[in-house]
């Protein structure tokens, strides 16, 4: 039999690993069972509706129940994940190799002229799900029917623990290289963004542009990018805030799990101004090389007040600075929500605010 070849990023599991995969499922199921009875006499601590307080009850317990290699066993690594969705959609999917050991995805006409560069979340331990590449292939359809001619590039980078901080930021910062000179765009036709971890990478290039990382080469930009955006981004790794004990039962993550994934990302490194952009002084965003930056948050989620404090910090030396709140919606709402037809309040601010700046 020909050997398969095992994707880098998942983990072989041993015996005991592999059979606690099992046990966790029964945990979910009767945790879940359990917040279908309990759920109808909630209070104003859990999601204010139904469904959500299911999906949240699933999602914060299955990633705080597994391992972050049980994790990694268990999941579709991110090109597997973007070959089915494209395969689903009818799309020839394209990759490209990029510096530093990785690779980039396109979504959309790779020559169009304008492009969104979007680093997926998942704590830098998770892969891409599915409803990453959905998003933005409707972002796509919904926009170029209506004149504009964007693509979305979405590069992988290294999930951790297999690699440590700064190497995905390295990667990002290749990532924006090949954009920039391999497909010969101006910056201005640029939007560079992402959601939960992706959302600190963003955040972090952009930081990187005006105050580079003393391991990354810098990077020179003929004009400022045309925008920036976080989504639910993860931009104090301290779980000490109001937000992660007034959402705690509302979001699908937990404090223990944060806490082992900016470990496990950061690998015993100090923490510093680019592994959470909260920690570097507010005067570094003043000279940010964007137009515009936006910054999405939920009002369930754990993240908000870290969130609110970032957006304010940076709002007060970079005026053209946005911060919006989706009511109702916990981490991530539309990748791992259930946004349903009409979508999220952030997924559709967030489509319209690319609109307007591609």
């Known amino acids: 039999m020909a050997n398969i070849k095992r994707d880098p990023m998942v983990p072989e599991l041993g015996f005991w690993e592999r059979a606690d995969v099992q046990l966790g499922k029964l945990n979910i199921l009767a945790n879940v069972l359990y ?4 759920g109808v006499f909630r209070g104003k601590s859990s999601p204010k509706f139904y469904s959500a307080h299911l999906l949240a009850t699933a999602i914060r317990t299955t990633v705080d129940r597994y391992s972050a290699r049980q994790t990694q066993y268990m999941s579709p ?10 395969k689903k959609r009818g799309l020839e999917p394209e990759t490209v190799s990029l510096p530093h050991d990785t690779e980039g995805y396109w979504m959309g006409n790779k020559d169009a002229k304008n492009v969104v560069i979007f680093f997926h979340g998942g704590g830098f331990v998770l892969a891409a799900v599915a409803p ?3 998003f933005w292939l ?3 359809k919904n926009l170029n029917k209506n004149g504009h001619d964007i693509a979305v590039f979405f590069p992988r980078y290294t999930q951790s623990p297999h690699a440590t901080y700064p190497t995905q930021l390295r990667q990002a910062a290749g990532a924006l290289q090949y954009i920039l000179n391999e497909t010969g765009r101006s910056p201005s036709n640029i939007v560079v963004g992402g959601d939960s971890a992706g959302g600190n990478l963003a955040l972090a290039l952009l930081l990187h542009l005006s105050h580079p990382h003393p391991e990354i080469d810098p990077i020179s930009l003929s004009s400022p990018l045309a925008g920036v955006f976080g989504l639910a981004p993860w931009v104090n790794f301290s779980t000490d805030w109001p937000s992660f004990k007034e959402n705690a039962y509302k979001d699908i993550l937990t404090e223990r ?6 470990g496990t990302y950061h690998g015993g490194k100090e923490h510093d101004a680019w592994s959470e952009p909260d920690r570097a002084p507010a005067e570094w965003w003043s000279d940010a090389k964007t137009e515009r930056i936006l910054l999405l948050a ?7 007040s870290p969130i609110e404090s970032f957006a304010k910090k940076v709002k007060a030396v970079f005026p053209n600075t946005t911060y919006l709140v989706g009511v109702d919606e916990p981490h991530d709402m539309p990748f791992y929500g259930n946004p349903g037809p009409e979508g999220s309040y952030t997924g559709n601010e967030l489509r319209q605010w690319i609109a307007s700046r591609l």
């Open 132 to 134: 990453h590449f959905e």
């Open 138 to 140: 409707n972002v796509l």
């Open 298 to 304: 939920g009002s369930d989620e754990l993240l908000l």
């Open 77 to 86: 690594p991110t090109p597997e994940t973007y070959k089915a969705v494209m």
């Open 257 to 262: 799990v944060l806490n082992e994934w900016s």
């Open 35 to 38: 917040a279908a009875i309990t």
